[in-house]
């Protein structure tokens, strides 16, 4: 499995596969609630790539894309030492690897880009997600109660970090 900086050339690739984690009922976005086009995931890469602390990285296997991690940074001094993440990982790609990965490959972009706090949401049911983020070091911070409404049901999601 490879891990790389996404491209404009991925967005098609990258917007199916979103889709499909959305598909999983364990994302911000529900099962064909994202209406985002080609051109517009092909713009949103490009302005990622050109924030200085922010990023899209993919995990690539036989020519299928595995996942993908957003970094999203922040410009001003208070905060410009924190990103967020948004992680997916391709239902046919868990449990391989592909999570631990993008985590690993983040965090040493993390720390070349002297990014001293990770933070991201999960919701509280998706075990293997907390689980994956607990192993790679992330600690809850907090919950958010009734955060999302999934099926008619309201949710928590765990708000956790990790510094380096």
């Given amino acids: 499995?490879?891990?790389?900086?996404?491209?404009?050339?991925?967005?098609?690739?990258?917007?199916?596969?979103?889709?499909?984690?959305?598909?999983?009922?364990?994302?911000?976005?529900?099962?064909?609630?994202?209406?985002?086009?080609?051109?517009?995931?092909?713009?949103?890469?490009?302005?990622?790539?050109?924030?200085?602390?922010?990023?899209?990285?993919?995990?690539?296997?036989?020519?299928?894309?595995?996942?993908?991690?957003?970094?999203?940074?922040?410009?001003?001094?208070?905060?410009?030492?924190?990103?967020?993440?948004?992680?997916?990982v391709g239902s046919r790609f868990r449990g391989k690897g592909a999570g631990t990965m993008l985590l690993e490959a983040m965090e040493h972009w993390a720390r070349q880009h002297h990014i001293h706090r990770i933070e991201l949401t999960v919701i509280a049911h998706n075990e293997t997600a907390f689980s994956l983020y607990k192993k790679m070091g992330f600690q809850v911070e907090g919950t958010k109660n009734d955060s999302l409404t999934i099926d008619g049901q309201y949710v928590d999601e765990y708000y956790m970090s990790k510094l380096i």
């Fill in 1 to 88: 499995m490879n891990i790389r900086k996404a491209v404009p050339d991925d967005a098609e690739r990258l917007l199916q596969l979103m889709n499909e984690v959305d598909d999983s009922n364990l994302m911000l976005y529900g099962p064909g609630e994202r209406k985002t086009s080609t051109e517009q995931m092909q713009l949103r890469i490009e302005a990622m790539n050109k924030v200085e602390l922010s990023e899209i990285l993919v995990a690539e296997s036989g020519g299928k894309l595995a996942g993908y991690l957003m970094m999203i940074g922040n410009q001003q001094a208070r905060i410009k030492h924190s990103i967020y993440l948004v992680v997916g």
